[in-house]
């Protein structure tokens, strides 16, 4: 996950509209669709509103000047993973459902039915776009940038301070980590190679790990004590400008509330399903 | 085991939430009074080293792989299952937010998960055998085994309460691969912890030193 961390701080850092929107338009916009798709309840209405939601996270994208690969191929880190689970669904019975109609019926009493085939889709729909739109943020906004944005949305100071720590010594102990698998690899180590013992391979990562955590904590000693020499301490006071949202912004966190919201409320009270 | 979005309806999400952010509130107040809250960076610091150690490829058998989730690993070494809430609920709301590994409404399920559930089995479980058996391998082996196996089977517990995972597939199917990644994670925590205690004893908790060398520290 972390050599994966300079792509996704890489793409953050270029232009584009979305990109320079304020984080916290970007944060507000993202959390309040995953609400709304998670708050939809189970039902084929999710299959409509997912359609819509990815037509406007497609939208979206396209101002972002990404292109659809880098999507992609962030999206194919996460989905496969789950995607096994959710494909498991095919062959289960959930409470969702009380009339289940048989499809196929496979050898050892496997079945497959409609119902479950039908929510393994609505559990996949919600999956893909609560994936898509966490995809687009990270994308699209510099860590430092997304922090700020929670500071500013309310996120406690206390945390604030040691979450903004954290990342930034995520790409120190990114770089260190990279350092530390070419070392083993340099020294034709490699922790999948059976011709070596289990053992041995084991007591090594466990004391590259050990070394790794050791340094983690030697990091932070010196960090707290550069601070403590440049004046932190119990009170001090992590300053942050004050900023507000210019009339464009505006528009763009209303709309996208309003549809956001509206969409999911209509879809669900007309009980529309177009698949 | 990190619950993703889709697999939990919002009400559950939420009821989750409020139980991980009543220990975030403790851990945040055990940061504050054991480490004083000065420290708080020196523990945010470590909190990206272990986001860095959980990145480690681990053999497990027959070509596959797993990763560390490291909250045993943590709550031995500060001597707090709190360490084990506080630094993984950085490192899973960083996972969370940039990398789509888990979710945002299923957050606080997966703090209570590895987080709490991970941190107080694998910190109250070492002290139990370690006074039971005095040895720190054995002990913290088997904390980190239970904690990396008894997290996985409370997510197990919650698809099934979210119905989308029937409860005996997926206690049978979580708890049979995190029993294997167990031993993997119990390994690797016993030798970075053999590690750490050989190059910086006054770093470790004194419950996890030798008799002598505690008393010494």
Redesign the interface.
């Known amino acids: 996950m972390i050599e994966e961390l300079f792509d996704i701080e890489r793409y953050a850092y270029r232009d584009s509209t979305i990109h320079r929107l304020d984080a916290r338009v970007k944060i507000i916009v993202v959390f309040a669709t995953i609400i709304a798709m998670v708050s939809i309840p189970y039902s084929p209405v999710v299959l409509t509103v997912g359609a819509i939601f990815f037509i406007f996270f497609a939208l979206l994208w396209a101002l972002t000047r990404l292109s659809p690969m880098v999507y992609l191929k962030r999206a194919m880190l996460i989905i496969p993973l789950w995607g096994i689970v959710i494909l498991f669904q095919i062959f289960l019975k959930n409470p969702y459902y009380t009339v289940y109609t048989p499809v196929v019926v496979l050898p050892f009493g496997i079945t497959i039915y409609a119902e479950s085939i039908q929510f393994a889709w609505i559990l996949f729909v919600k999956f893909v776009i609560t994936i898509s739109f966490i995809i687009l943020l990270s994308s699209t906004t510099k860590v430092q940038d997304m922090l700020d944005g929670g500071r500013r949305l309310g996120l406690p100071t206390e945390f604030a301070l040691a979450l903004g720590m954290m990342i930034r010594y995520l790409f120190v102990f990114g770089y260190m980590y990279r350092k530390i698998v070419q070392t083993l690899e340099s020294k034709a180590f490699d922790p999948f190679d059976r011709n070596l013992p289990y053992r041995y391979r084991m007591r090594q990562i466990g004391y590259t790990i050990g070394t790794m955590f050791v340094r983690s904590y030697e990091q932070g000693e010196r960090v707290y004590t550069s601070m403590l020499c440049r004046g932190y301490g119990r009170h001090s006071h992590l300053f942050l400008k004050k900023k507000g949202f210019k009339p464009s912004e505006w528009t763009f966190l209303v709309i996208s509330l309003g549809f956001i919201i509206i969409i999911p409320v209509m879809a669900w009270l007309k009980q529309v399903s177009w698949f | 085991m990190h619950v993703?979005?889709?697999?939990?309806?919002?009400w559950q999400?939420a009821i989750y939430w409020i139980i991980a952010l009543v220990f975030?509130y403790l851990s945040?107040r055990w940061?504050?009074n054991e480490l004083?809250?000065?420290?708080?960076?020196?523990?945010?610091?470590?909190?990206?080293?272990?986001?860095?150690?959980?990145?480690?490829?681990?053999?497990v058998s027959m070509?596959t792989?797993g990763h560390?989730v490291g909250g045993a690993?943590v709550a031995i070494?500060l001597g707090s299952p709190f360490a084990a809430v506080?630094i993984l609920t950085?490192?899973l709301?960083?996972?969370?937010?940039?990398?789509?590994?888990g979710?945002?409404?299923t957050m606080g399920a997966n703090i209570l998960n590895m987080g709490v559930v991970g941190g107080f089995v694998g910190f109250y479980s070492f002290k139990g055998l370690k006074a039971a058996t005095g040895s720190m391998p054995v002990s913290a082996f088997i904390a980190a085994w239970l904690a990396c196996v008894i997290p996985a089977l409370c997510a197990a517990v919650e698809l099934w309460l979210a119905?989308?995972?029937?409860l005996e597939?997926g206690l049978v199917a979580m708890g049979l691969y995190h029993a294997v990644i167990g031993v993997?994670e119990g390994?690797?925590?016993?030798?970075?912890?053999?590690?750490?205690v050989s190059?910086?004893p006054d770093?470790v908790d004194k419950g996890v030193l030798p008799a002598k060398a505690g008393a010494v520290a």
């Open positions: 993703p979005d889709a697999f939990m309806p919002i999400g975030v945040l940061a504050k004083n809250e000065e420290k708080l960076p020196l523990v945010a610091v470590l909190a990206a080293g272990i986001f860095a150690l959980q990145s480690f490829n681990l053999p070509g792989s560390l690993l070494i506080f950085l490192v709301t960083v996972q969370g937010i940039m990398f789509g590994d979710g945002i409404t119905g989308t995972f029937p597939a993997v390994v690797i925590t016993v030798a970075a912890i053999y590690l750490i190059v910086r770093m």
